[in-house]
């Protein structure tokens, strides 16, 4: 099952408003955008927000941060980070370190997002472990 139609099962979900994985850098790697929702800025800015959570979670001393919740007044964004590596901030080989950021809308139920992109995540670091 390639990368895209593992993103589709995200879709599936009540309030779904888009979808993208990202490299820890920012690039886009696939992406599935509902109608209206453009990734290309969002999906990039909400990496970077996981990425600066991260850098604060070690600096804290509270370990290696996974995943960030934005609620904003139009929607819910939530960005999760699987890092198979012993690096938390680099990628390492045979490794898969990918980012995937979903948009949600407002009232979309969050706590079953949360377990999708969980279940969703493992399964897409088969395509990106190099």
Do not use: W
Not at 106 to 117: Q, S
């Amino acid at each position: 099952m390639a990368a895209n139609d593992k993103l589709k099962e995200l879709a599936q979900l009540d309030g779904f408003a888009g979808c993208g994985l990202y490299t820890p850098t920012g690039e886009a790697l696939c992406t599935l955008e509902a109608p209206g929702v453009s990734l290309k800025e969002v999906g990039v800015l909400a990496n970077n927000v996981l990425m600066n959570a991260q850098k604060a979670s070690l600096e804290m001393g509270t370990g290696r941060g996974q995943q960030v919740h934005v609620e904003a007044e139009h929607a819910n964004i939530l960005v999760r980070c699987l890092n198979e590596g012993t690096d938390p901030l680099r990628s390492q080989p045979g490794k898969a370190h990918i980012h995937l950021v979903m948009i949600m809308k407002e009232d979309a139920p969050i706590g079953m997002a949360k377990l999708k992109i969980n279940s969703v995540i493992a399964k897409l670091a088969e395509d990106f472990r190099g």
